[in-house]
């Protein structure tokens, strides 16, 4: 299992062997652990209840501090996801309260980084879905960035679902795939990755390894 949680520091770029400059994106990981385990007996999944960061006891409710009592030293996570798994034999390689650390990754291993992109507020249809939008001249003035005809005929007179139009874009989950470790700070747990991944400086991404998908042939 090549899971973790991290969070983005921002971005920078580093020189390799030859001199060539090579843009990274650095994610610190802090005190990601196991705090529990889902198995296909009892809630029909199998799965890890993974912690990420430290949070105050007095803010959180009792419920919540529940889920941390059996753990030694009894700290509390900040945030907590499940990484489910496809083997259950898995589950018995990881004890809970065990910490994970970047040294379950390798330089030059592919991983997939999942987070929530940058808000950018109200968008048109030539910014959210990118419309070509009117030409500049022969009399359309202020509609050249608008969307053009959306309704239909008397039927169905009404407007379709999922109907391309102007509205709130960003802040949703995106995944990049395939991107390259660089480089592994062990010391300062840093994962040093190779372009851009999705969200602001400061938020909580996932790094997972990159499953090899076999490609179909023809069948002959």
Do not use: W
Not at 30 to 59: H, L, M, P
Request: glycine share 12%; aromatic share 8%; hydrophobic share 30%.
């Amino acid at each position: 299992m090549k899971n973790i949680i991290g969070t983005k520091l921002g971005m920078t770029r580093i020189f390799d062997e030859e001199g060539l400059s090579i843009p990274v994106t650095i994610i610190k990981i802090d005190k990601c652990r196991i705090i529990g385990k889902r198995t296909k007996e009892k809630d029909s999944y199998s799965a890890f209840r993974v912690g990420y960061q430290e949070k105050k006891e007095k803010n959180a409710t009792k419920p919540y501090q529940g889920q941390f009592a059996a753990l030694e030293g009894n700290s509390i996570s900040k945030f907590i996801i499940e990484f489910k798994v496809s083997n259950a034999e898995v589950l018995t390689e990881y004890e809970v309260g065990s910490y994970l650390t970047v040294d379950m990754f390798e330089e030059g291993d592919y991983v997939d980084v999942s987070g929530i992109s940058r808000g950018k507020g109200f968008a048109g249809v030539m910014k959210r879905h990118g419309f070509a939008g009117l030409p500049a001249t022969h009399g359309h003035g202020e509609y050249r960035r608008a969307p053009g005809s959306i309704g239909n005929a008397s039927t169905p007179s009404r407007v379709f679902k999922g109907k391309k139009m102007p509205g709130r874009y960003g802040g949703t989950q995106v995944t990049i795939q395939k991107l390259t470790i660089v480089k592994i700070d062990t010391e300062e747990q840093l994962l040093l990755l190779k372009g851009s991944i999705p969200g602001v400086k400061g938020s909580s991404v996932r790094v997972k390894e990159t499953v090899k998908v076999k490609k179909r042939g023809r069948n002959k």
